[in-house]
Nanobody, 125 residues
Framework: QVQLVESGGGLVQAGGSRRLSCAAS????????MGWFRQAPGKERDFVAA????????YYADSVKGRFAISRDNAKNTVTLQMNSLKPEDTAVYYC??????????????????WGQGTQVTVSS
């Protein structure tokens, strides 16, 4: 079992930055690939970014590429999502997820085994 707790959400103006963190406990953190997803009201949960167990491989959705950066600290059991140049369309609940099988992250939410409760990010225009 892995428990995930996100933090760092809030209200930010368009063009601003926000840093989300996800603290993990339970099963060895380094044994999990990690991902960030987001869900806007009335929409499906969408992939944002993922990072491999060793932090060597990262993936990004086209909509955030060049603006967001995912990183992890296996010594501190944390994964972060640095979000820059935020846009109103980035408004969503952001979820941290852990994938216990496979070395790498995935675009598919069904590949992840554990989820946090989510943190709201609202970008005002």
């Amino acid at each position: 079992q892995v428990q995930l707790v996100e933090s760092g959400g809030g209200l930010v103006q368009a063009g601003g930055s926000r840093r989300l963190s996800c603290a993990a406990s339970g099963r060895a953190f380094s044994a999990n690939a990690m991902g960030w997803f987001r869900q806007a009201p009335g929409k499906e949960r969408d992939f944002v970014a993922a990072i491999s167990r060793s932090a060597v491989i990262t993936y990004y959705a086209d909509s955030v590429k060049g603006r967001f950066a995912i990183s992890r600290d296996n010594a501190k059991n944390t994964v972060t999502l640095q979000m820059n140049s935020l846009k109103p369309e980035d408004t969503a609940v952001y979820y941290c997820a852990a994938r216990s099988t496979g070395l790498y992250g995935s675009y598919d939410p069904s590949d992840y085994d554990y989820w946090g409760q989510g943190t709201q990010v609202t970008v005002s225009s």
